[in-house]
């Protein structure tokens, strides 16, 4: 099922921060809260456990999903340009 395919209650914010690239790409394992990310500089490249990648632009939202492993890293060509806003959060009935 789809994250997106039913209506979900928010219990909690976990984080709501202003998140910028760097030269060096970060590692996520077993994320502990679904996160939504808007980005309004240059995006980034993704790559999750499962091999799929995704790239991301400005002004795009993209859906991370609660427990889901993968590698971020920022916009090849201005790693320090890459800049979202970010907000993990924890539903009810997850």
Not at 7 to 25: F, L, M, P, R, W
Request: glycine share 8%; proline share 4%; charged share 20%.
């Amino acid at each position: 099922m789809n994250f997106f395919d039913k209506n979900h209650i928010i219990t909690e914010i976990v984080a709501a921060i202003d998140v910028h690239g760097t030269k060096n790409g970060s590692m996520h394992t077993d994320r502990p809260s679904h996160g939504l990310a808007l980005f309004y500089n240059k995006g980034s490249i993704y790559n999750f456990s499962d091999g799929k990648t995704m790239e991301t632009e400005a002004g795009e939202c993209i859906y991370l999903p609660k427990g889901s492993t993968y590698a971020v890293r920022s916009c090849p060509e201005s790693p320090t340009a890459t800049a979202c806003y970010a907000v993990n959060f924890k539903v009810l009935d997850d």
